[in-house]
C-alpha cells in the first residue's frame, strides 16, 4: 500500500524516451560544439593553408626568402619543387618549395628599421 501511493505521487512517466524536445535536442551541444570548432580552428587553418600555398606557387626568380629551417635566401633559380637559394659569400643550397615558410618584403626590413 504504502509503494503505491509513492508511485501515485510521482505522476506519470514521460513518454518515448523520457526526455522532451526529442532527439534533436539531445544532439543539439555536440552539434553546436562542432560549429564553434569550425569557426575557431578548422576554418582559420584552411585560410592560412590556402594562403601559404600561394605564396608558394607565386615564388619567382629574385624573391627573397626565409626557409623553414630559418634560412635567409634570394631565390635564384626555380625548376618545378626545388629552389635553389643564394645565401650570400658565394653558397647556393637546394631546398624544397614546400620547405619556404615566407616570402620577406623591402617593406618589412624598413619596417624594422624604423622601431629600432
Known amino acids: 500500500m504504502f509503494f ?3 508511485a501515485h505521487a510521482m505522476g506519470q512517466a514521460p513518454a518515448a524516451g523520457g526526455q522532451p524536445g526529442g532527439p534533436l535536442m539531445t544532439f543539439m551541444p555536440l552539434i553546436l560544439m562542432f560549429v564553434i570548432f569550425y569557426f575557431l580552428l578548422i576554418r582559420p587553418q584552411q585560410k592560412k593553408q590556402k594562403e601559404h600555398k600561394q605564396m608558394l606557387d607565386n615564388l619567382s626568380r629574385g624573391d627573397r626568402v626565409i626557409t623553414a629551417g630559418g634560412l635567409y635566401g634570394r631565390v635564384v633559380e626555380a625548376k618545378d619543387d626545388i629552389l635553389t637559394l643564394d645565401l650570400g659569400n658565394d653558397i647556393q643550397v ?3 618549395r614546400a620547405f619556404i615558410s615566407a616570402v620577406i618584403t623591402a617593406d618589412a626590413g624598413k619596417a624594422k628599421d624604423k622601431k629600432k
Open 4 to 6: 503505491e501511493s509513492i
Open 94 to 96: 637546394q631546398v624544397g
